[in-house]
């Protein structure tokens, strides 16, 4: 064998190699196409109509159909791979995402993160990175943002610890903070197109909402769609560390999937504005059948005309009870595979 | 468990929530791009030139390359299904669909169905209803149109039966009827960048057309394709309802795999001007290898300068022997999947 | 079963088809658009960002973001299949292959061949084909050549052999005669973006770089892969043949492939200038795990600025001793996929 087959490759970051208030800039920057949107619809049973049709958009103030916000999203975190999670040895959390500026075909998207804190473990061989990561299209602007923080590996045990640093993180993004995309306006809104009546005052705090439908999902599809972010983090494609040659299927693969079968009680529930925070309780695998539901947890005003926040707690099982989500010690059960908080906006 | 968690989900509509006359506008309007034709040619082995090439499609009049008239039609298909097939117990039978326009990347596409029959059957638990579905693009043209009739449950058993009324369906679109695209010409026609010699003159009525090459289906293929339609009819995306784990593949998936395997000897019929008739004579899953023939049933002259039409009919079966097609007491035998009735355009 | 029912559809060529000097034009010209681009981005790894954004393009002196070469390879390979290796025995090899001009979405291909050799087999059954197949876009513009040979079947065993004919063929492209696309200039380069920081310079002949990463095969995948070329060779679809239902997966499948994980180490290789020999050692199926390796064979200037070409070993294997190629007969080890002799284009 060769020697030294390895010094180019990237071996990612240890906890060591970050210091708090470095920007981290993310390589290999992404155009946008039409193309990505038809692959989100066809891996996804996506059907919100403003990511559907450019006539629906233009009637709610834009000037095309935006890209799914969870596809910005997708892309952006797999930018961020390389750099952050590479060598993580679990994702702890995400919070404060806020979606700033909607996505078209044709816009190329670039990233960055910056470290906002970290904590090195009592075990000394790990430690904790909080990092603020931001996209931004081709005019330089910022897209979205999101902090997560990730349990990396120490390279030497014995490098000393960095001053302990653990940024205050909202519970929640504040319905005030939410950034509505400039024109947006439901007030011509037309809900027999959208595909269900329902309007923001039709939601009540606590109404539970069951998607009803289930889709079994299958190797090719998650590696496609996680592939298509270029979110290349191993787990997600090689069979061989697994004995039932199963692949662990990327936790936004689960999101996007939940949130489309959520067309089904909350059509109107039209663009993510933010994501509050967000566990993938368990893990997901192809055969694995996903079903979701909704909780309505807040309702809010926005300054644009005829829209509205809607805050839901999105849930996705596999098999079990769906609406029994933890067991006596507080924790996940094993048929729970997300359980998110997010901020969309609505018709009021 | 909460109550109540599907009051805003869509049920569907039962029998009794039809009325002859009605127009049922279709929700989520839908833009196609070129990412859309991309997968159309990833998940079927199309090949038509017309279909293929912007350049081949100025030579025969048209602005630019359209989208697979069957892409049109799966798309208008896949709108109708919550507001007409939910319900249904069984979809009997289409006829009478013509396309009208071509559709091109950038077209948005919505549809409507109108109901044009009812009828109870005798047991009192289902009627049929009879519609006709049309889609139309971005400037309210009607790009296709078709008729189906589906067998639909009623709510209420004890709800009293609509006068019947049953609609004159043609057991095929004359020639007279079918819709050549405006501008269309095949004087100027490449045979040799179509990929075969054989023009209108070179077929008989009675010809019978082995397509030779078969194809084995998967589920995240047919999944693909049924949810960039759209279609979110659960039995193609739920594997837990069977004991085998299979879903049951959307028919419209086997009408584009056997028409794209029909190349192979048909390379020149180009454009589907209409389908007269259609039965999916047995259900479709994956692993199932579909090979297809077409019998030349019918030719006719057009308006349109050297485009002339050609009435097939293109079966697909999977295993047995292929040109059987029906026992002795008049059925389609098990392995016949689809037995099509169609009009193409074709070079004189 | 009715008679003569495939008169009409393609036997392809036998080998007293062809004659030296014969140029044959092959069918089904292709557009093709931000569709192709983003499936390819969902079937292979790929992230050399020369190919994901267009912005990286424009300061590399291009007017966007190209398709990935190698999918100019695949669709101008395709378009040859029918017309020289429908009755191909073997591939035997491929040699002298350049690109010439970059595709951009919105380019139409279309290919031809030139019979450039003939050569009978001893058995008199088969003989071997030499071809160079061209890709030109709408402009009549070459886009890319390579040359390859293929064993084909007589029709007629007792036809009589023609003239022999056998072309000289280069063990390499010599540096000289890589065509370096108009404007290309890396005087800018950001390496930051990139993702890696090794230039030409910093490679040395001889050096080995481990790609790491491991890829899972799919069915649907590959298909959809070798469908999206218009590649239709029914021995990559059709499942019944093998008592494992397994289907043969196309060559260039495992090359792209290899060439996306080949990112990991050789991120600024960006683009494929030639092709100089490549083997498709063993058969590859669903469920093995590809992994790649390359060795550095030679490096060379260029005319355009801050240009420079690297020669390039690529290995793809599943399983097995990964850098052990060859047993003692010479021959490549069962678990040897691929090897491949290229030339990229990289900043000096």
């Avoid at 931004?136 to 590996?153: A, D, S, T, Y």
């Avoid at 039209?270 to 695998?285: D, E, K, L």
Wanted: proline share 7%.
């Amino acid at each position: 064998m060769p020697r030294d087959t390895r010094i180019k490759t990237n071996p990612g970051r240890f906890f060591e190699d970050y210091t708090v208030g470095e920007v981290i800039p993310h390589a290999v920057p992404r155009t946008i196409s039409g193309g990505e949107r038809a692959l989100y619809h066809a891996l996804y049973p996506a059907r919100h109509a403003l990511y559907s049709s450019d006539e629906f958009a233009r009637v709610c103030g834009l000037p095309a159909s935006p890209v799914d916000d969870l596809m910005a999203f997708h892309v952006v975190f797999g930018k961020s791979v390389p750099d952050v999670s590479l060598n993580a040895v679990a994702n702890l959390g995400y919070a404060e995402a806020r979606w700033l500026r909607p996505v078209y075909a044709g816009d190329t998207l670039r990233a960055s993160s910056e470290v906002i804190g970290l904590k090195q473990n009592s075990s000394g061989k790990t430690g904790v990175v909080y990092v603020r990561t931001t996209g931004f299209n081709q005019h330089g602007l910022p897209v979205m943002e999101f902090k997560r923080w990730v349990m990396v590996r120490k390279r030497d045990p014995e490098a000393p610890a960095p001053e302990a640093v653990v940024p205050d993180l909202a519970p929640h993004v504040a319905p005030g903070d939410l950034v509505i995309p400039a024109g947006l306006d439901f007030t011509q809104y037309d809900f027999g197109l959208a595909g269900e009546p329902h309007r923001l005052a039709d939601y009540e705090v606590g109404e539970v909402i069951d998607h009803v439908d289930g889709v079994t999902l299958e190797e090719a599809e998650h590696m496609m769609a996680t592939r298509l972010w270029q979110n290349t983090s191993k787990t997600h494609f090689d069979a061989t560390p697994r004995p039932d040659g199963k692949r662990l299927i990327y936790g936004g693969h689960v999101i996007s999937m939940a949130r489309a079968l959520s067309f089904n009680g909350l059509a109107n529930a039209q663009m993510i504005a933010g994501i509050n925070a967000g566990a993938h309780a368990n893990p997901c695998f192809a055969g694995d059948t996903v079903r979701a539901w909704s909780e309505v947890l807040d309702k809010a005003e926005t300054a644009a005309p005829g829209v509205g926040a809607i805050r839901l707690r999105l849930v996705a099982t596999k098999g079990g009870e769906p609406f029994t989500l933890k067991g006596e010690d507080g924790k996940h059960l094993p048929h729970v595979l997300l359980d998110l908080d997010y901020w969309a906006l609505m018709p009021v």
